[in-house]
Nanobody
């Protein structure tokens, strides 16, 4: 079992930056891939970025060049040049396998970008 707790969300002006953190506990040795997702009410949850245990990263197109994912014992998401359309609930996720559905999810942290 793995527990994930996000932090770092908040209100920021457009063009600003935030750094999200996701603290993992439990059987963290079992984790292969970790990722960040976001969701706006009424829309499907979308992938922001993911990182493998070997450090291989993937970003959704709209996040490339602005967001950076990294991990140690904690998963991070550095978000720069934020836009109002980045406003969403951001969720941390983890899975034991390199591919497929995520096994564990955090409760989310709200990011609001004002124009």
């Amino acid at each position: 079992q793995v527990w994930l707790v996000e932090s770092g969300g908040g209100l920021v002006q457009a063009g600003g930056s935030l750094r999200l953190s996701c603290a993992a506990s439990g059987t963290i040795f079992s984790i292969n891939t970790m990722g960040w997702y976001r969701q706006v009410p009424g829309k499907e949850r979308e992938l922001v970025a993911r990182i493998s245990s070997g450090g291989i990263t993937y970003y959704a197109d709209s996040m490339k060049g602005r967001f950076t994912i990294s991990r140690s014992d904690t998963l991070y998401l550095q978000m720069n040049s934020l836009k109002p359309e980045d406003t969403a609930m951001y969720y941390c996720a983890a899975r034991a396998s390199p591919a497929g559905p995520y096994d564990y999810w955090g409760q989310g942290t709200q990011v609001t970008v004002s124009s």
